[in-house]
């Protein structure tokens, strides 16, 4: 239609311009269409008045003083009531490019009446107008794109879009992704999108799986549920995570049995034409919006991912330009590390496995590897960097030893082990944190005489018995054993880690040892010198140790019947069993039974562990705090850590090792576990250093109580 026709048109007629098509309004030319035009339009509320978006060409337009900043426009603006300045400012907002961020929001409101209406009314009714819908969502979007800063704007052009999507749907299951939506992590969402609702609805009345894309759309788009930080701060691994476990527990994913409440469409415009809510007909479907119990369980395994999330979230905000570091990738929880792909990580896992070379473990220059980590000092790493190493290999399908989280030394100079670990994710558990010391003090002993494979299998498949360790550590004890035959370890952390273990648990520690050295070969020299550094250590004297090593390579147990004499013809009597075959040279025989009757004699097998690490029932830590005084986060030996800390502001790093082993505790897990409770309460980590650690005193006063 031309300008000419729309401009002459009957006072009780008026016409939508569409997209693209060019007229001239008091003399502005408007190319973008997409608003009415018209003297007279009635309002959709059923008392009538006129339609607020109509561009009235009879008004006049003062466009000598455009009024930009919108001091006419109320509430609800409506063209007729603005003044001159302000339809002058309109019009010409109108014929630019419409995406000027200094006009008045009022002018975009005004502009996005006539959308609306268009939409919601006349494409409704009319072939013609449902066929623009496509160009006016895509109008909606540049839009939101623009003006979607401000709040008002982004909640109703948001809710507006995601109606004109449900509109243009096919019926039928949903094939693809589900429809975008933002929801800021500051406020709730005020409704739930009825696009999204249409495509859960169509799954629920097919009872077809609900992918989990799906799933987590709708557990975000619920307004009565609210996600922590990382699901905002890191938005793609939050939904790779989610997609991870949600899958794990749902297979190809949950199916809801179809309830009784039907979608019910209704949609609050922004424009004062329509009445409270405009009704929308949309196909008969199961509402999932009416059900609870299936968002408690996706709430579940959300909070899950949040909490695995939470130390890289918190080191994400403090280092944002990273991400895709070794440092940052190390924090990933290891569904998640072990498939990061970035340049370092790549160039990493090709070194190691350049190692390795197809072998379950090989030695390397400790140092070679070291120069590989983001270290703050090139070449030498502190206990927090070796442990964010360590632990980003674990989650790879890779070990290192030295390992920092099982009681060994900062990687540096000299050699270490790498490995491959049996299971993604095996760390340093509760297990390790009792038995570190003793299989530090063991590997020690088995070295010196552990130098052949074979030797070092049934060395490894010993201690794992004995300490009680899962099968999938048996690499990490190989491994550990290899390293301590070429490294000659220092025994200090041990010795600091035993320190207030009673004179019972260290004499049962030392027959044991005794036992590891004994089992596999004749005591030479240098395992007998092992023994005695380990002896020292266990303040114990080294004569006993001696009068073990006769007992055990002397005497075995009689396992099998002693021949007494050899068989010789005469009257048959009780049979004389055959002695068992001489173990052929160089052949490690390992007798698991005669070992596990061997630490039955000395009494401290089973219950080995329990005995030495027990904090709370021996009497040798502080007694925790009752649980009502201690800070939010922070129960039992965290607590108690917390307060010793609190009474001087410098801590050295050994005497703060010495204090977390005498809570039970790990040195590495306990500071970060205080830190994250401090960035979380306050902003600040509440320790900071690493041979010398010092006490933040505003973030200690926050977590105390």
């Given at each position: 239609?031309?300008?000419?026709?729309?401009?002459?048109?009957?006072?009780?007629?008026?016409?939508?311009?569409?997209?693209?098509?060019?007229?001239?309004?008091?003399?502005?030319?408007?190319?973008?269409?997409?608003?009415?035009?018209?003297?007279?339009?009635?309002?959709?509320?059923?008392?009538?008045?006129?339609?607020?978006?109509?561009?009235?060409?009879?008004?006049?337009?003062?466009?000598?003083?455009?009024?930009?900043?919108?001091?006419?426009?109320?509430?609800?603006?409506?063209?007729?009531?603005?003044?001159?300045?302000?339809?002058?400012?309109?019009?010409?907002?109108?014929?630019?490019?419409?995406?000027?961020?200094?006009?008045?929001?009022?002018?975009?409101?005004?502009?996005?009446?006539?959308?609306?209406?268009?939409?919601?009314?006349?494409?409704?009714?009319?072939?013609?107008?449902?066929?623009?819908?496509?160009?006016?969502?895509?109008?909606?979007?540049?839009l939101l794109g623009i003006y979607g800063s401000n709040n008002s704007f982004q909640r109703y052009a948001s809710n507006f879009l995601s109606v004109l999507r449900g509109l243009l749907e096919r019926s039928g299951m949903p094939q693809g992704p589900p429809p975008p939506f933002e929801r800021d992590p500051s406020h709730l969402l005020s409704f739930f999108p009825l696009d999204l609702r249409l495509g859960l609805g169509r799954f629920v009345l097919a009872r077809h799986p609900i992918p989990a894309p799906w799933a987590l759309a709708w557990l975000q788009a619920s307004p009565e549920v609210y996600l922590r930080t990382p699901a905002f701060r890191c938005p793609d691994e939050f939904a790779q995570l989610f997609s991870i476990r949600y899958n794990q527990r749902f297979g190809e994913g949950m199916v809801i049995k179809p309830n009784k409440t039907r979608i019910r469409a209704s949609y609050r415009a922004a424009s004062s034409s329509f009445g409270p809510e405009f009704h929308i007909p949309v196909e008969d479907l199961p509402d999932v919006t009416a059900l609870t119990a299936p968002v408690k369980v996706l709430k579940g395994i959300a909070d899950e991912c949040t909490d695995a999330l939470d130390s890289y979230s918190r080191w994400l905000g403090r280092n944002s330009t990273r991400q895709g570091s070794l440092a940052g990738a190390a924090l990933l929880p290891p569904e998640l590390a072990h498939g990061a792909s970035s340049g370092a990580l790549d160039e990493l896992t090709q070194w190691l496995e350049s190692q390795l070379a197809y072998q379950a473990e090989a030695v390397v220059d400790a140092a070679e590897l070291v120069r590989r980590w983001p270290a703050q000092t090139p070449g030498k790493l502190t206990k927090s960097e070796a442990s964010?190493?360590?632990?980003?290999?674990?989650?790879?399908?890779?070990?290192?030893?030295?390992?920092?989280?099982?009681?060994?030394?900062?990687?540096?100079?000299?050699?270490?082990?790498?490995?491959?670990?049996?299971?993604?994710?095996?760390?340093?558990?509760?297990?390790?944190?009792?038995?570190?010391?003793?299989?530090?003090?063991?590997?020690?002993?088995?070295?010196?005489?552990?130098?052949?494979?074979?030797?070092?299998?049934?060395?490894?498949?010993?201690?794992?018995?004995?300490?009680?360790?899962?099968p999938s550590e048996h690499n990490r004890i190989h491994a550990h054993l290899r390293w301590a035959a070429i490294s000659n370890p220092s025994l200090n952390a041990a010795k600091r880690a035993l320190g207030g273990t009673d004179s019972v648990a260290r004499e049962a520690i030392g027959t044991f040892l005794v036992d590891v050295a004994t089992a596999n070969s004749d005591v030479g020299p240098e395992q007998v010198s092992a023994l005695t550094k380990a002896y020292k250590v266990l303040d114990l004297e080294p004569a006993s140790m001696y009068a073990l090593i006769h007992e055990r390579t002397s005497r075995p147990p009689a396992l099998e019947p002693i021949v007494i004499r050899r068989a010789r013809p005469g009257v048959p009597g009780e049979v004389i069993l055959p002695p068992p075959p001489a173990a052929a040279p160089n052949t490690v025989v390992l007798d698991q039974d005669a070992i596990?009757?061997?630490?039955?004699?000395?009494?401290?097998?089973?219950?080995?562990?329990?005995?030495?690490?027990?904090?709370?029932?021996?009497?040798?830590?502080?007694?925790?705090?009752?649980?009502?005084?201690?800070?939010?986060?922070?129960?039992?030996?965290?607590?108690?850590?917390?307060?010793?800390?609190?009474?001087?502001?410098?801590?050295?790093?050994?005497?703060?090792?010495?204090?977390?082993?005498?809570?039970?505790?790990?040195?590495?897990?306990?500071?970060?576990?205080?830190?994250e409770a401090a960035l979380e309460k306050c902003g600040e980590p509440v320790l900071d250093g690493d041979d010398v650690l010092e006490i933040n005193p505003a973030a200690l006063n926050m977590l105390l109580p």
């Amino acid at each position: 239609m031309r300008a000419r026709e729309l401009s002459e048109q009957r006072p009780d007629d008026a016409a939508w311009v569409p997209g693209g098509q060019a007229v001239q309004v008091a003399g502005a030319a408007i190319a973008g269409g997409n608003f009415y035009l018209g003297q007279s339009l009635r309002s959709m509320r059923p008392y009538g008045g006129s339609e607020p978006a109509l561009v009235n060409p009879a008004l006049s337009v003062d466009f000598a003083e455009p009024d930009w900043s919108g001091e006419c426009l109320g509430y609800w603006p409506q063209y007729s009531e603005l003044t001159p300045a302000g339809r002058a400012a309109y019009l010409s907002w109108l014929s630019g490019p419409r995406e000027s961020t200094q006009v008045a929001i009022g002018y975009v409101f005004l502009y996005f009446y006539g959308l609306e209406r268009r939409a919601l009314v006349d494409a409704i009714a009319s072939p013609a107008g449902f066929g623009e819908l496509p160009r006016i969502a895509a109008e909606v979007e540049r839009l939101l794109g623009i003006y979607g800063s401000n709040n008002s704007f982004q909640r109703y052009a948001s809710n507006f879009l995601s109606v004109l999507r449900g509109l243009l749907e096919r019926s039928g299951m949903p094939q693809g992704p589900p429809p975008p939506f933002e929801r800021d992590p500051s406020h709730l969402l005020s409704f739930f999108p009825l696009d999204l609702r249409l495509g859960l609805g169509r799954f629920v009345l097919a009872r077809h799986p609900i992918p989990a894309p799906w799933a987590l759309a709708w557990l975000q788009a619920s307004p009565e549920v609210y996600l922590r930080t990382p699901a905002f701060r890191c938005p793609d691994e939050f939904a790779q995570l989610f997609s991870i476990r949600y899958n794990q527990r749902f297979g190809e994913g949950m199916v809801i049995k179809p309830n009784k409440t039907r979608i019910r469409a209704s949609y609050r415009a922004a424009s004062s034409s329509f009445g409270p809510e405009f009704h929308i007909p949309v196909e008969d479907l199961p509402d999932v919006t009416a059900l609870t119990a299936p968002v408690k369980v996706l709430k579940g395994i959300a909070d899950e991912c949040t909490d695995a999330l939470d130390s890289y979230s918190r080191w994400l905000g403090r280092n944002s330009t990273r991400q895709g570091s070794l440092a940052g990738a190390a924090l990933l929880p290891p569904e998640l590390a072990h498939g990061a792909s970035s340049g370092a990580l790549d160039e990493l896992t090709q070194w190691l496995e350049s190692q390795l070379a197809y072998q379950a473990e090989a030695v390397v220059d400790a140092a070679e590897l070291v120069r590989r980590w983001p270290a703050q000092t090139p070449g030498k790493l502190t206990k927090s960097e070796a442990s964010a190493l360590a632990q980003l290999l674990n989650a790879r399908g890779y070990g290192v030893e030295p390992d920092v989280r099982f009681a060994g030394p900062v990687l540096g100079a000299g050699h270490a082990v790498v490995f491959r670990v049996d299971g993604l994710g095996a760390g340093a558990g509760p297990a390790w944190a009792s038995a570190a010391a003793v299989f530090q003090l063991a590997a020690a002993v088995a070295a010196p005489g552990a130098r052949s494979d074979a030797v070092l299998d049934a060395v490894a498949d010993q201690i794992q018995a004995a300490l009680h360790l899962p099968p999938s550590e048996h690499n990490r004890i190989h491994a550990h054993l290899r390293w301590a035959a070429i490294s000659n370890p220092s025994l200090n952390a041990a010795k600091r880690a035993l320190g207030g273990t009673d004179s019972v648990a260290r004499e049962a520690i030392g027959t044991f040892l005794v036992d590891v050295a004994t089992a596999n070969s004749d005591v030479g020299p240098e395992q007998v010198s092992a023994l005695t550094k380990a002896y020292k250590v266990l303040d114990l004297e080294p004569a006993s140790m001696y009068a073990l090593i006769h007992e055990r390579t002397s005497r075995p147990p009689a396992l099998e019947p002693i021949v007494i004499r050899r068989a010789r013809p005469g009257v048959p009597g009780e049979v004389i069993l055959p002695p068992p075959p001489a173990a052929a040279p160089n052949t490690v025989v390992l007798d698991q039974d005669a070992i596990r009757a061997k630490l039955a004699e000395s009494a401290k097998a089973a219950a080995l562990l329990g005995e030495i690490f027990a904090d709370e029932e021996d009497g040798s830590s502080p007694p925790a705090p009752p649980e009502s005084s201690a800070p939010p986060g922070l129960r039992g030996a965290y607590a108690s850590l917390l307060r010793e800390l609190s009474a001087r502001p410098v801590w050295s790093h050994d005497d703060f090792v010495d204090l977390t082993s005498q809570l039970g505790l790990l040195p590495a897990a306990a500071i970060e576990t205080l830190n994250e409770a401090a960035l979380e309460k306050c902003g600040e980590p509440v320790l900071d250093g690493d041979d010398v650690l010092e006490i933040n005193p505003a973030a200690l006063n926050m977590l105390l109580p």
